[in-house]
Structure formats: C-alpha cells, structure tokens
C-alpha cells in the first residue's frame, strides 16, 4: 500500500513539473499578447499582480511565521532584496527580448544556466567539480565562442539571463524559503518601485492599463498568474519527486522556447548559430549523463552499507531483550 503511495506521489510530482515547465516554455506566446504595453510596463505589472495572487494563496492557507523569522533577520532579508533586484533584471530582460524577436537567444540563456550555476558554485562556495563537469564546462565555453562569431557580437542577452538567474538561484538556497513565501517576499520587496513606477507612466501618458480596452487590462493583470501558477506547480513537484528528475524536467522549457523561436516566430538559424547550440547540448547531454552516473553510484553505495549494517550480528544485550520480548 505504502509502496503504490510512493508511486502515486511520484508520478504526481512528474506531472506537476513538466507542467511548470511547460509552462515556463510556452511563456514567449504570452507576452507579445501584451502590446502596446513597453516591457518596463509589463514587467511592473508582473510584480504588483504576483504580489496579489500570493498574498490571497498566503491568506487562504494561513502561513505568516515565515514573514515574522524573516524580518527578524536582517542579512536574511538583505539576501531576499538581492534576489528580488537580480530576479528584476531577469524578467525584464527576458520579457523585452521575446519582445524584441530574440526568442531563441533568450532560449539559449536557460539552456546553459546549468553550465553557469556549475561555474558559480566553484567561484563562490569552492566546489570541486568531476571531469565530466569540467569538460561539460569547457565545451559551454567554447560553445559561448562559436556563437559570438555567429552573432558578430557575444550573445550577452543569453548570458545576462543565464547569469542573473544563477546569481538568483544561488541567493535563494542561501535564503531557503518555499516557493510561495519566496515570491512573497521578494514581489513584496519590488511592489512600491513597480507601482511608483506605474503611476509615473500614467503621469506622462505612456501607461496602456485601462486605456486599450478591458480585454488588455485583463491581461496585464493575469501577469500575476501567469507567474504564480508555474511556481505552485514546481513547488508540488519539488516534494514529491528527487533532484535528478526536477534536473531532467528542467529541460523542457529551454526546449519550448527554442522551437517557437524557430517554428512559430520565424527567428533565423544560420549554420554557425546550429553549431553553437549543438556544442551547448552535447555539454549539457554530459552534465546529464554524469549526474545521472553519480545519483546512481551514490544510491549504490547506500545500498551496500545498509546490507552490511544488516549483516552486521547484534550485540548481546540487544540480543538478550529481543528473545525476552518474544
């Protein structure tokens, strides 16, 4: 009975992250739904509507210690503010490049954030890498060299993406919040500038909200959702199912955008841009593989030391209580 718990839970779990990230790839189609609105408008709607939608999901289940330990903490809440400023310049960069035609660029961003949180892990908290991490790493830059010629310019939206969004990764395992409160804290950190910022728009007559019709605000307010939802899902699924297989699953949304850029917005491949994100898969293919190896000789070895343990004759007196206990 336990066992096909187990089961259900993890099949659950599979079904809840392939449909963030699903829903994290078919993204690009929503945001030039958007227009006229300038990405600055967007995103600050992103952050004043996601605010909302956790803050009514925060009341209905009743969960504000978090929000009490936090503010206790002044270098926790410190971190909290640079992960909402890092993960502002990821959302408005990622939002003005689907804008601005550069679906697959932006795609290429999240394919090599594996590569780059890698990178920062050995930088910042001195982690040692495999070899295969080390020549997945290797081959991510050649693959950075590669497209730069085929750009004529280094792909900097792929790299701030990547970048900004390792940089945010690795500040939120430092915080250690639920998804949820995360968004909380951090939308609740960007919600006076985007509003300030709102108001200021329609001061000058730049703000589309309520001025294209009802249909328009309707979606400008659904940012909020559209940013929630995924993140409810990833949540369900990072319980239920091991890092590997959240690893694995991550995939598919570089994957969704990389096939709109190319089959749905008409975004140009030339040869040498094939090249350089072959390079970036055949690494990410490695890190894959090696991770995948390593989970597997880890489970291995746990394995063989329980059945060792078990092996292992129980002391005399363990031996005497368990006989009077018969």
């Given at each position: ?34 227009k ?23 009341l ?14 002044p ?6 503010i ?9 959302w408005?960069l ?15 961003g ?7 949180s ?17 020549a ?29 969004f ?27 500038p ?9 001061t ?21 959702l ?35 850029g ?6 140009a ?22 991770a ?11 394995a063989?030391a ?21």
């Open positions: 009975m336990a066992e096909g718990e187990n089961e259900k839970q993890s099949r659950a779990g599979v079904a809840n992250g392939a449909a963030a990230y699903v829903m994290w790839g078919l993204v690009p189609l929503f945001w030039p739904l958007l006229p609105a300038g990405a600055g408008e967007i995103l600050a709607h992103r952050m004043v509507w996601s605010l909302v939608v956790v803050g009514v999901a925060l209905f289940v009743r969960k504000w210690a978090w929000l009490r330990e936090l503010v206790r903490q270098g926790r809440l410190g971190l909290v640079l992960a909402a400023a890092v993960i502002t310049v990821n408005g990622y939002i003005w490049s689907v804008n601005a035609g550069h679906v697959v660029e932006a795609s290429l999240y394919f090599i954030n594996p590569l780059v890698i990178g920062l892990g050995v930088l910042l908290l001195g982690e040692r890498l495999r070899p295969a991490q080390w997945a790493v290797g081959i991510g830059l050649l693959a950075v060299l590669v497209l730069a010629v085929g750009y004529g310019r280094p792909p900097w939206i792929s790299l701030a993406l990547a970048f900004s390792g940089t945010y990764g690795l500040v939120k395992k430092k915080v250690n919040l639920g998804g949820v409160e995360s968004l909380a804290a951090e939308t609740a950190v960007q919600f006076l985007a509003l300030g910022y709102l108001v200021w728009l329609g000058q007559g730049h703000l589309t909200f309520a001025q294209e019709g009802f249909g328009h605000g309707a979606l400008l307010a659904s940012t909020g559209v940013t929630a939802i995924p993140l409810v899902c990833f949540g369900a699924a990072a319980i239920r199912v091991p890092l590997s297989t959240l690893g694995l699953l991550q995939y598919l949304a570089p994957v969704f955008q990389f096939a709109l190319i089959l749905y917005f008409h975004e491949m030339p040869a040498e841009r094939w090249a350089g994100f072959g390079l970036v898969w055949a690494a990410l293919a490695m890190l894959t593989w090696d995948l190896r390593t989970a597997r000789a880890g489970r291995a070895r746990l063989r329980a059945a060792a343990a078990a092996a292992v004759p129980a002391p005399a007196g363990a031996q005497m209580q368990r006989e009077s206990a018969r």
